[in-house]
């Protein structure tokens, strides 16, 4: 075995099927996609040169720039809501329930295994208004209220998207920063407390600082799951009301794939990944900072 | 071990090694059958066909349920020399995959193609993917067997005869006949008189209207028909040819007429996020007055499990009048259903046969077994409900056909149209900005 793995050549033969496999799923694509963009038309009619016209359209695009502003939102929102809920369950297993936290620990990470369409579905019911009020709505009809068109409205339909989703997910936060937190020692958290630390100081000046590489990685991974959001959104308002929660990602899907603009299409899904690498940039930088700002913290 | 063996060895190892992965991967992407067959039916040894296969929708199964019950009786034949063989998908998908099968020259024999590029113009009319209907039916010799209208009513929509009419529907309003007499209401026939029995209907605590947001094509229909009644079954046409816009003051009257319906709440709470289902239910459950539908909801009418209330209890008449408008009252929404069409590509002998047993028998298995109205004419004598014998009545007296709302423009239209339908009911955007929305999707579609 090490002879062969001694060998440049067999590195090679052995690392290049696997390369090309990789080269012909992976990157063809992206950079056919990238072609595509100088192109107008689709698969039945062809494909004529359109220069930069798309990339013209695409600054003077209203739906561009309101769908671009919507996955903002959303993943500003919900990458929040999301690490924020996960964080607070994963203090709630180290330090409240500790080794018996199995069971909640479980019970919570259960929705991230559930498919988002089913998710959807049984929002969809929950805060259903026809044919029979929903359990949110005839509880707001119990208290006196008036029911509520959750979907119908652009304003509430995010706040069901961001409940949606905090409950899909914030089991999946917590694990990961449960693993974070007991990584903690347990030395430094006592030392904290006979110097006087206790509660909320507790968490601010120390768990926070030194949980915060892993509390980075979760933000990441929130931003990144959530700027991407599509599946929820389809099943759930399909970008509706109008295109009050039309995020990029469907509005690139259906350019290609309901008007059949693949040359726009391919523009949209480029300033989407754009976009996303700025995002990861800024994200990592202040991942690299913080990080030795935390290590200081331990010092 | 001998040296020039372990020599041998090293130099042929990693070329045995690399060999093996590869094999390893050409395995894996080759074809799991290990064989040619064809999934879409198609390549016969003289060309064409070798299975009726069939893409259709999940949300209609009418016509995969009688080509199947025809497929086991009347054209047990050509079945026999060409199995039916029925795949669904969902109908959000056609717009995306039949083109995309079109590009791979995998398209099946028989498929729903996309309303908006099966139009002469369209990019799956324009690829040639499509079989002409009107000259096959022609050379088999079937055209008597399709009803004038309905081929007419293809050829007005889509500029050509590039669908079977599986289907031939007017459209108009069902009304609940217990509901009108309890509240001492007449049939309109005028659009005041619409609004004033809506309004009865609402002081009696009764929801005089519903529709579903969720498809927006049942709010849509009112602005077509309405535009149709006051400014003539060209409307359409006028916007398309750059005559008329919908920001005019009298197209813009027609988006108003059906917005102050949502405005007054006769449309009920949630109608934007209602689905189709929710509408059908609240109407055969006698909870609502009146529901814009299609006559295809007749077979729902005669099936005891969804109308528990009887057949009795229903009726339908046309969409009202608008007064001083230069339409007609007996000008219907005529539709056939989804674009169901044929490969131009697969097309053979076995085919025609099947073409000519449905066209011989589609109509009459249709109104038998789910009392339905199709495009084809019925050979074989149908008891006929009495419900359906007046909609026929009404259809056989129509003067001019209304095509709907999304008909004569792109996808783009289609999809504003569709999706601020049940804002426009529910107040979440005015009339004067739908309108602006339908202009700048209509720049958009080019």
């Known amino acids: 075995m090490q002879s062969v793995l001694g060998d440049k050549r067999a590195i090679v033969i052995l690392l290049a099927p696997a390369l090309l496999f990789y080269t012909l799923i992976k990157v063809v694509p992206i950079f056919w996609s990238l072609g595509l963009t100088f192109f107008d038309g689709n698969v039945l009619r062809g494909f004529t040169p359109a220069g930069f ?159 915060l590489p892993v509390l980075l990685s979760a933000i990441v991974f929130a931003i990144n799951s959530t700027f991407k959001v599509f599946d929820s959104v389809i099943a759930l308002t399909n970008g509706g009301p109008g295109n009050d929660t039309t995020p990029l990602t469907l509005y690139m899907f259906r350019t290609t794939f309901t008007y059949n603009e693949y040359g726009y299409g391919s523009t949209l899904a480029l300033a989407l990944t754009v976009v996303a690498f700025l995002i990861t940039i800024v994200v990592f930088r202040s991942s690299r900072r913080d990080v030795t700002a935390a290590g200081g913290a331990k010092k | 071990m001998p040296r020039s063996s372990r020599l041998m060895r090293r130099r042929f190892a990693p070329a045995v090694a690399g060999a093996a992965a590869l094999a390893l991967i050409a395995t894996a992407c080759g074809p799991a059958d290990g064989g040619g067959s064809d999934p879409t039916g198609g390549d016969s040894a003289d060309g064409g066909a070798t299975e009726f296969s069939f893409l259709t929708i999940t949300e209609n199964p009418q016509i995969g349920e009688e080509l199947t019950r025809l497929s086991e009786g009347a054209c047990a034949d050509a079945n026999a020399a060409l199995p039916l063989s029925i795949e669904s998908i969902a109908q959000a998908e056609v717009n995306n995959r039949v083109p995309l099968l079109a590009s791979q020259e995998a398209l099946p024999v028989m498929f729903i193609s996309p309303t908006t590029e099966s139009k002469v113009g369209g990019d799956m009319y324009e690829s040639g993917a499509l079989l002409d209907l009107e000259t096959t039916f022609d050379e088999l010799g079937i055209m008597d067997n399709v009803l004038p209208a309905a081929a007419e009513t293809v050829k007005t929509i889509y500029g050509s005869m590039v669908s079977i009419p599986f289907q031939y ?278």
């Open chain 1, 53 to 211: 016209a798309n990339f013209t359209r695409l600054v003077g695009d209203s739906n561009f720039w309101e769908s671009l502003t919507f996955s903002f939102k959303y993943a500003a929102v919900a990458t929040v809501l999301q690490v924020t809920a996960g964080y607070l369950l994963a203090l709630l297993y180290v330090f409240a329930l500790k080794r018996s936290s199995v069971i909640v620990r479980t019970i919570c990470f259960f929705p991230v295994i559930l498919p988002t369409v089913a998710v959807a579905q049984l929002f969809k019911r929950l805060f259903a208004i026809n044919p029979q009020p929903g359990p949110v709505n005839a509880l707001i009809e119990f208290f006196g209220g008036q029911s509520i068109d959750w979907l119908g409205d652009a304003t509430t339909a995010f706040w069901v998207f961001m409940i949606m989703d905090v409950w899909k997910s914030m089991g999946f936060f917590a694990v990961l920063l449960f693993a974070g937190l007991v990584d903690i020692p347990e030395e430094i958290i006592e030392s904290a407390r006979i110097d006087g630390a206790n509660g909320l100081r507790l968490v601010r000046h120390m768990i926070i600082p030194l949980s």
């Open chain 2, 169 to 446: 529907n007017v459209e108009g309003f069902w009304y609940n006949k217990d509901l009108f007499e309890a509240n001492g209401i007449e049939v309109p026939t005028t659009w005041e008189d619409f609004k004033a029995a809506a309004a009865t209907l609402d002081t009696a605590g009764v929801q005089p209207l519903t529709a579903a947001g969720t498809q927006g094509w049942t709010i849509t229909r009112y602005l077509s028909t309405y535009l149709a009644r006051s400014q003539g079954v060209d409307a359409l046409q006028n916007v398309v040819d750059g005559n008329a816009s919908f920001s005019d003051p009298e197209y813009l009257t027609a988006i108003e007429e059906v917005s102050s319906l949502g405005e007054a709440g006769y449309f009920g709470e949630g109608v934007t996020s209602r689905d189709i289902d929710t509408v059908t239910s609240q109407f055969f459950a006698g909870n609502v007055g009146m529901m814009y539908n299609g006559s295809w909801t007749l077979s729902s009418v005669y099936d005891e499990a969804q109308n528990p209330l009887g057949p009795d209890s229903f009726g339908f008449f046309p969409f009202p009048e608008v007064e001083g408008g230069s339409g007609s009252i007996s000008d219907y929404p005529a539709n056939t259903g989804t674009v169901t069409a044929l490969s131009a590509d697969l097309y053979n002998d076995k085919v025609g046969d099947w073409l000519v047993c449905i066209a011989e028998n589609y109509g009459s298995s249709l109104m038998e077994n789910q009392g339905a109205i199709s495009g084809f004419v019925q050979n074989t004598e149908v008891e006929t409900p009495e419900l359906v014998s007046e909609i026929v009545t009404q259809m056989e007296s129509a003067t001019g056909a209304v095509i709907w709302f999304e008909a004569p423009f792109g996808a783009r239209f289609g999809d504003a149209a569709g999706t601020n339908a049940g804002p426009l009911l529910d107040g979440g955007i005015t009339p004067e900005d739908y309108a602006a929305v339908l202009e700048e999707a209509i720049a958009a579609d080019g």
